[in-house]
């Protein structure tokens, strides 16, 4: 039942050289969308967030992950966002065999059912895109010239290091 995958007790069991048998995890891809834009180009970021403690299976990662691809892209289009899964399963839950008997179509929906969380916030983030930067410090940031693009992120110039490397990267900016 759904009850028994509610809550982590103990720590993930991680594949490693001592713990070859556990499985990979089912989602490859954390990235979707148009991934290859600007900083400047999606400066609004939104974040799900789950209020419940739970572990989930790679495969509850990726259906949610399908899902919301298929929305945004049907309604806003493919290249208007950038949507990232920022978990990653490490917890390896075993998954029981599908049941091939009367009704259990009914059954295999109460388990999918009860094992998604429902208590769900939405969080428009302050921030500048994906980086840890608020917004209006970012465009303080571009102006004074110490940020140097690099595709969905950004380079800080800091003023440490050799002279001429410094130098050099305050050209670029």
Known sequence: PARCYCYCKNKPCRKSRHNRDVPNPKVKVFDLGHKHVSVDGFPFSCHLVSDEYEQLSSKALEAPHICANKYVAKVAGKDVFHLRVRVHPYHVIRINKMLSCVGAERCIFFFLFFSITLSNRNIV????????????????????KLVIEDSAYVQFIRPKGPLQQNLKTQLRA
């Open 125 to 144: 983030s302050r921030k500048w895109g994906f980086m840890n930067v608020i917004r209006e410090g970012y465009s303080r940031l571009k102006e004074d």
